[in-house]
């Protein structure tokens, strides 16, 4: 799948697979020592369920750190929907390689496999409505890029990357600098000198006044936080096309079509990176 990620993956990737294998293998696989060093295995990886392929790459970069001959084939690729009991991929490689690389590749593969299905999920429930589901920074520590990849592979968008890439003024935010008017003029500064590495400066509010205040300040994206479904529609007439508009909390997949239908533009789903259960995928060898 090709995927306009806002950042190249591959030393994230190369980062994750370093810390995942050194974690498990430490100073050395005491049970894969079982099996004979020059032995080479086939094997492949089944769904047990069906969802969204997510987290090949990932995978392919936990065997091949151990097995650099190991040849990979794969029968889905990231993005794609799967069925139970289909084939991901054949894999030929170095027994004792693929049995310490086992745990950690269908770890990535099951964990962003999840997310990606999650993400499919939510952004189908609103298909139509013009509205985009966005995921937050409620992330894995350590897997935030891999998540978020995996929320686009799923149909969704990503909110801010992290603190570094966007401003994003909460209410102790604005608190803090004195008033909504004080805090979007000093974001706006730091926006300013931070250059092309602040995508966007959006503000939460948690009423309607201080939604007219936000578009009377010139804001040109605005988070609506806890938002009941009537006081989305009034926001939706109030803002009349001026800002984007953003619902968050408390969004389920059985209340976003709703609140996609008041007319906001975005929807924020904590849900869809931090409470994901690992989609069911096995490894077997053998022909």
């Not at 799967?82 to 054949?90: G, H, K, P, S, Y």
């Amino acid at each position: 799948m090709t995927l306009d990620f806002p950042i190249p993956l591959a030393a994230e990737i190369a980062r994750n697979v370093t810390a995942a294998l050194d974690e498990d293998l430490g100073p050395g696989d005491l049970s894969a020592s079982l099996v004979d060093g020059d032995q080479r295995v086939r094997a492949s990886v089944i769904a047990r369920e069906p969802g969204v392929l997510c987290g090949c790459d990932w995978f392919a970069e936990c065997v091949r750190r151990l097995d650099n001959q190991a040849v990979i084939e794969w029968q889905a690729a990231d993005g794609e929907r799967i069925a139970a009991r289909q084939l991901l991929c054949r894999i030929a490689a170095n027994a004792r390689a693929l049995l310490s690389a086992e745990r950690s590749a269908l770890n990535f593969l099951q964990l962003l496999s999840a997310v990606a299905t999650k993400a499919r999920q939510y952004a189908d429930a609103i298909a139509g409505t013009g509205a985009e589901v966005v995921d937050t920074r409620k992330t894995l520590p350590g897997l935030r890029l891999a998540q978020k990849y995996a929320v686009r592979c799923g149909g969704g968008g990503n909110h801010r990357l992290a603190l570094w890439d966007a401003i994003l003024i909460k209410e102790n935010h604005i608190h803090a600098a004195g008033g909504i008017v004080p805090a979007l003029s000093a974001a706006r500064d730091i926006a300013t000198a931070a250059g092309e590495r602040c995508r966007f400066i959006q503000i939460e509010v948690e009423s309607l006044a201080e939604l007219d205040a936000a578009l009377a300040a010139g804001a040109t994206m605005i988070l609506l936080d806890n938002f009941d479904l009537d006081m989305m529609r009034q926001a939706t007439h109030r803002n009349a096309g001026r800002a984007v508009l953003e619902a968050s909390g408390n969004v389920t997949l059985e209340s976003i079509r709703a609140i996609a239908e008041t007319g906001v533009d975005r929807i924020s789903v904590g849900a869809l990176t931090k409470d994901v259960k690992a989609l069911d995928l096995s490894m077997r060898f053998g022909d």
